[in-house]
């Protein structure tokens, strides 16, 4: 049961390229939503969330853009740096719920 | 910055046993949770935790599962009899608020179940 997607298990970008990050999810309750990075062996770290009440929100080089119509959102990185590579993942929380579900990752390669 | 600590960082028993995986919450946070990822796999959740009760656990986290949060600061989720599938890395989160909030997470407890 795969309630969020992320089609892409991995993504090769050039530096000072845009990468974009993509996840669907199937969930008409899920209201709010998030991207994580994760390194090997550590905990994910918040990037940037999104409210089913907005289409785009934006903090630095990171924008997060939703499509609810679509069930879609996706992770603009602009510039990317070598830096961001890591496994990206979108999670999702359905209304007054308190868990997050997770996709299943994209591992991002940014080549210098 | 405050944040989110686990200890151990790496657990190996065996199976059978019994472990409990320790974590230190964000201090003015109210909601806390353990998620596992098994090697290779998604990151599942466990169990949430607010107002010392569980509010919401998945499937997995059957009778062999429990958690604590035995005074102001920890948290701590205890495998009673230990299977080899229980091996992968645990993380702690927690929140301040339900809604619309970030959670922040732990560095991971990695458990080694033999």
């Known amino acids: 049961d795969q309630q969020v997607k992320q089609n892409s298990p991995s993504l090769s970008v050039q530096e000072g390229r845009i990468s974009i990050l993509n996840c669907d999810y199937t969930n008409s309750m899920f209201d709010y939503f998030l991207w994580y990075k994760k390194y090997p062996a550590e905990g994910p770290t918040f990037l940037i969330s999104?409210?089913?009440?907005?289409d785009k929100n934006e903090d630095g080089r990171f924008t997060v853009f939703l499509n609810k119509s679509a069930k879609h959102l996706s992770l603009h990185i602009v510039p990317s740096q070598p830096g961001d590579s890591a496994v990206y993942f979108c999670?999702?929380?359905?209304?007054?719920?308190?868990?997050?579900?997770f996709g299943p990752g994209t591992r991002l390669s940014v080549l210098p | 910055e405050p944040e989110v600590t686990q200890t151990p960082s790496h657990q190996v028993t065996q199976m059978g046993q019994e472990v409990i995986l320790r974590c230190v919450p964000i201090s003015n946070h109210l909601y806390f949770y353990w998620y596992r990822q098994i090697l290779g796999q998604k990151v599942e959740f466990l169990v949430s935790?607010?107002?010392?009760?569980?509010?919401?656990k998945s499937e997995i986290f059957d009778d062999q599962f429990s958690v604590e949060r035995p005074d102001g600061s920890n948290f701590t989720l205890k495998i009673r009899s230990t299977k080899l599938e229980d091996s992968a890395m645990y993380f702690c989160?927690?929140?301040?608020?339900?809604?619309?909030?970030?959670?922040?997470f732990g560095q991971g407890t990695r458990l080694t179940v033999v």
């Open positions: 935790f607010y107002n010392n009760e569980i509010s919401e």
């Open positions: 999104i409210s089913s009440i907005k």
């Open positions: 989160a927690s929140r301040v608020e339900q809604l619309n909030t970030e959670a922040f």
């Open positions: 999670a999702a929380s359905p209304n007054y719920g308190q868990n997050f579900v």
